[in-house]
């Protein structure tokens, strides 16, 4: 990307367009895994709706290639390409909750701890990951899956709708009935169809979530999880649990 292109998008937009010149670079195209070292043509640290819109159509109108970071947790580093201009929703990270109706509204680059602790101060909750620096995001679009899962369902079965700017730049609102098929391909398509601004969950009672971690030797991987097999279907829907084989320390 030429520098002379560089300085039109920066006319063109709100939030700050780094290029690999720029002393926020290395930050800029940092992510979660840090064995990810791709080297893109620009990062946009999105603002509002207004500049993802903007950034969409400056990039498609002068042939370059996207690519969208929420919480940057993908492993494979999805969020950043080689030679593309990664739209960075970070900057984007509110959430409203409505006590009223039960719902949150939170923004495209929100992580998990915004969601959380916005909707805790109202007893409130949607299923979501375990860890607080995940985005919203690429969780929700994967499919999303956490403590509350086996009582609530996936976060996409808590998606009540979405805004999403589209490869033309267009803007539609996304849900059961506006753009059906849309709604149907983001609950689970990833991060395919458009770049989504913010996602409506329908919200839970929930107070406090208790962990507990259990610790064995590799040598009872299969006899804990045969156990975990049979005793999971039948306890109730409150208790939720996951595997994770660790090399401790410092696991
Ligand atoms: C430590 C860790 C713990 C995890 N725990 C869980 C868990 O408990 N439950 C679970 O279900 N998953 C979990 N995951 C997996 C995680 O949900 C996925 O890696 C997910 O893609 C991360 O989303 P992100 O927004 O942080 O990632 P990013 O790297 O920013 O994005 C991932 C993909 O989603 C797209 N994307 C992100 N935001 C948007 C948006 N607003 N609009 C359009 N496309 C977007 C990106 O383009 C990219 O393709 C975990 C991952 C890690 C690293």
């Known amino acids: 990307m030429d520098g002379t292109l560089l300085e039109k998008m920066r006319t063109e937009l709100r939030g700050p367009v780094i290029g690999p010149d ?6 800029a195209r940092t992510v979660y895994n840090a064995m990810i070292d791709k080297k893109p043509a620009a990062v946009v640290e999105c603002r509002d709706t207004a500049d993802v819109m903007a950034a969409v159509d400056f990039l498609r109108e002068n042939g370059l290639e996207p690519a969208v970071r929420g919480g940057g947790h993908s492993g494979p580093g999805l969020g950043l390409r080689d030679g593309a201009v990664t739209l960075d929703l970070s900057p984007l990270h ?21 969601l959380d602790h916005a909707t805790h101060a109202f007893g409130l909750a949607t299923p979501a990951g375990i860890m607080s620096t995940t985005g919203v995001g690429g969780l929700t679009l994967g499919g999303g899956h956490g403590y509350l899962t086996r009582k609530y369902g996936l976060s996409v079965d808590n998606l009540v709708s979405a805004d999403v700017v589209l490869a033309d730049g267009s803007f539609v609102a996304a849900n059961p009935s506006e753009h059906a098929d849309l709604f149907w391909a983001l609950r689970g398509g990833g991060g ?13 009672p929930v107070d406090t979530v208790g962990v507990a ?21 039948q306890a109730p829907a409150d208790l939720y649990g996951f595997f994770a084989s660790l090399t401790v320390p410092p696991g």
Do not use: K
């Not at 509110?94 to 915004?114: E, F, I, K, N």
């Open 22 to 27: 720029d002393e926020e670079y290395g930050r």
């Open 94 to 114: 509110g959430v409203r909750v409505d006590p009223a109706t039960q719902t949150a509204q939170a923004d495209g680059g929100a992580t998990l701890g915004d």
């Open 192 to 204: 395919n169809f458009g770049v989504v601004t913010s996602f409506d969950f329908e919200l839970h």
């Open 213 to 233: 971690i259990t610790v064995w030797p590799l040598e009872l991987f299969q006899d804990v999880m045969r156990w975990y097999r049979d005793f999971l279907p």
